[in-house]
């Protein structure tokens, strides 16, 4: 009899009786309960974590930073309210601390009291980080503990983002405050600029107006130095007069002959010339007193009116709702009376510093006048005098007596006014010199505006000056530089589809296990009718095989249709478990056959050591040295790495080296079955009385 026929009979005896067939049905229905229950309680557990009480504490008292109120704490409790991440329960920290401890809440999370005040001491001179509390209980649940620590880094992450974008922003706003301010004290310098460039060119003139002066007070000094030298003359003369007035007596008309027309000559001259002196003196004193007493208002006046014109200009052509014609006009006479304004303060200034110069001058020149004065109302009165000397000589002595002392006190004056004259000449250089020096300076001092304006320009270009949209694009990228740009190939949807490539084939393997216990690995009437060894194998390998392919239909019709398990490649995936179960038939088939009772034992040990060395959960190179060792020898290794890419996408290489391995294991397997029915075909001691039966 042929081995397929040796199957159908060994199939067709659960057929015989209600218990055979319950057998059959529950042998199929098995690998669902292992594959289908435990594939749909894992299916997704994270798209039901909102069903996870947990205990939210909202301590937070706020903070102020800027002006501005911050409430972190309100904001994060707002955002996880809306989420559903959790089921939150507000509570106390009291409630939240007793409800983890007793298992009413999974675990807490606490934004204490100072949390935004932290979060807003960024800004100030001591920074401190803000710290979200979390309590956990691995006594409620370890893995609830480990979820809840990825999703509080992101709320963590979520937080500091939004502290910082806050901080930055307030940088960025920094940065283009500095800039306008920049841009403002660059126009203002530019300004300065202009108005210390005109003041340097007043000063300018100022110094060649009193180099002239210098020159005209020399000369006023040169001719009362001989005006001086006359006068001693005169008085030496007056005087040798009066002495010798009855010596002279009879020498009155040589003198007079000498003197008189000398006198009528030159009396228009002296009195001129102490009347120019005079006039002089009065002249630059008055216009030095006008200078120092105008100078204050006229800097007032002048910033007055500019003040006004700028009031003007704006009501005009700023602020107006149709625009002046005469707008350019006022501007420029706007800009001219700025510039006035500046001169006068810097002529106010000047005036203020050369102050004890300016005093010494003034008294210099009120004696002068003085003196210039007398001479000049003198001088006519000279020759009269002489004449009147000559016609009354009888009052020649008492004449001459007061011609004496008038030339003394000529003399005495015109010293003055000589000593007058070299002191106003000395002041008038000290101020051409000042005046020089003034000039140099206020040049050096343009030079340095214009370099400061420059500058300022420079920086201006060079501080940032941000947009909003600008700014919160920069904000944006630096309270979080780093983002992670996650690609996922061939990604699982979730946990169910992810462990699917493990629980299919440990339900399978179980099936294939159970299915043993029922079916005798060996066929017994082949045994007894002595048959080939290849078709006793054969035969206790067919209804397994046959029982495993309706196993693997009945399993993916449920996780496909019932629970909702996608395969991108879902015939390969079905074509490929027929494989699967064929080979785990002809491996179990062949430990039960080789070992009997204590086959069912290595059975259930080499499942064990599957599972633990397949990589099915954790990747295995995380597992211990010993798993490692053992993963490349063992089939479920290939099919758990084959069922991922048929399942979720990916190269077919792992497909293909997972066939071959399980061809090659359901050949070998078969062989050593083969070798085992040959040796039960003879009866031993130890088979008619085994030492373990189960």
């Known amino acids: 009899m042929r081995s397929p026929r040796l199957a159908a009979l060994e199939l067709r005896r659960f057929g015989r ?26 299916w997704d557990p994270y798209g039901r974590l909102d069903r996870i ?19 972190a704490g309100d904001d994060i409790v707002d955002g996880l309210r809306d989420s559903r991440t959790f089921e939150w329960h507000e509570v ?35 920074p401190e980080t803000g710290a979200l ?18 999703v509080f880094s992101e709320v963590r992450r979520a937080a500091s983002t939004k502290a910082s974008r806050g901080f930055l922003d307030k940088i960025f706003v920094s940065f283009s405050d500095i800039h306008d301010k920049t841009v403002t004290a660059a126009h203002g310098a530019d300004k300065l600029n202009s108005g210390i460039g005109k003041a340097e060119k007043g000063s300018k003139d100022l110094a060649d107006g009193l180099k002239d002066a210098k020159g005209g007070s020399g000369k006023l000094a040169t001719g009362l130095t001989k005006l001086d030298k006359g006068s001693g003359d005169l008085q030496t003369g007056a005087r040798q007069v009066a002495d010798g007035t ?48 105008h100078a204050p208002g006229a800097a007032k006046a002048a910033h007055a009116s500019a003040a006004v014109l700028d009031k003007i200009y704006a009501a ?88 004496a002392t008038g030339a003394e006190k000529l003399h005495t004056g015109l010293g003055t006014a000589h000593t007058g004259a070299v002191a106003l000449d000395k002041g008038i250089g000290t101020a051409a010199s000042g005046a020089q020096t003034l000039n140099g300076g206020l040049f050096k001092l343009s030079d340095g505006s214009g370099k400061l304006a420059g500058g300022l320009h420079d920086g201006a270009k060079k501080i940032p000056d941000y947009g909003k949209q600008d700014r919160d694009r920069r904000t944006d990228v630096m309270a979080d530089p780093v983002q992670l740009a996650s690609r996922d190939l061939h990604k699982a949807p979730n946990y169910g589809t992810g462990f699917a490539p493990y629980f299919i084939p ?14 005798p690995p060996l066929n017994r009437r082949a045994l007894a009718a002595g048959s080939s060894s290849w078709r006793i194998a054969l035969a206790g390998w067919l209804p397994v095989a046959a029982v495993g392919v309706l196993q693997v239909g009945a399993l993916m019709a449920v996780l496909h249709w019932a629970i909702g398990l996608q395969m991108l490649r879902a015939a390969g995936t079905v074509g490929f478990l027929f494989l699967v179960t064929a080979s785990f038939a002809a491996i179990v088939q062949w430990l039960n056959a080789r070992f009997g009772a204590a086959g069912r034992i290595l059975v259930l040990a080499l499942l064990m050591l599957q599972l633990t060395s397949a990589g099915g959960t954790y990747p295995v190179q995380t597992s211990p040295g010993f798993f490692n060792a053992i993963h490349p020898y063992l089939p479920m290794s290939y099919i ?25 294991f359901t050949a070998g397997a078969l062989a050593l079955t083969a070798l085992a029915a040959r040796r039960r075909q003879v009866w031993t001691l130890d088979r008619l009385h085994p030492e373990l039966s189960l």
């Open 246 to 293: 009855q010596r002279l007596a009879d020498k009155v008309n040589p003198v007079y002959a000498e003197a008189g027309p000398f006198l009528k000559t030159n009396e228009k001259t002296i009195g001129d010339t102490a009347r120019l002196v005079a006039d002089s003196a009065g002249t630059v004193k008055d216009n030095l007193d006008v200078l120092v007493k």
């Open 316 to 403: 005009r052509c700023e602020t107006a709702a149709l625009p002046d014609p005469a707008c350019p006009e006022l501007k420029r006479a706007k800009t001219a009376a700025d510039d006035v304004a500046d001169v006068a303060d810097d002529l106010n200034t000047l005036i203020a510093d050369q102050d004890g110069d300016l005093k010494t001058m003034r008294d210099n020149l009120g004696t002068l006048q003085k003196q210039a004065r007398a001479l000049e109302a003198r001088a006519p009165h000279l020759y009269e005098d002489v004449d009147d000397a000559v016609k009354k000589i009888n009052k020649l002595n008492t004449g001459a007596h007061q011609v």
């Open 53 to 71: 009480p947990v205990a939210l504490v909202n301590d937070d008292k706020g903070a102020t930073a800027g002006g501005r109120k911050i409430t």
């Open 133 to 150: 509390q979390v309590r956990t209980n691995d006594a409620n649940n370890y893995i609830v503990g480990q979820i809840s620590r990825t």
């Open 640 to 664: 758990v790495e084959a069922l991922r890419r048929m399942i979720t996408g990916g190269g077919l290489g792992p497909v293909w080296q997972a066939c071959g391995v399980l061809v090659v």
């Open 17 to 42: 009786g209600k218990l055979p067939r319950a057998a059959l049905v529950a042998l199929l229905v098995l690998p669902l309960l292992y594959g289908a229950l435990y594939l749909w309680s894992f």
């Open 506 to 519: 440990l339900s399978l393997w179980v099936g294939a296990m159970v299915a043993y216990m029922l079916i």
């Open 92 to 126: 106390d920290a009291d409630e939240a601390r007793k409800g983890v401890e007793d298992g009413t809440y999974y675990l807490s999370l606490t934004m204490p009291a100072d949390f935004s005040g932290r979060i807003a001491s960024s800004s100030g001179d001591s």
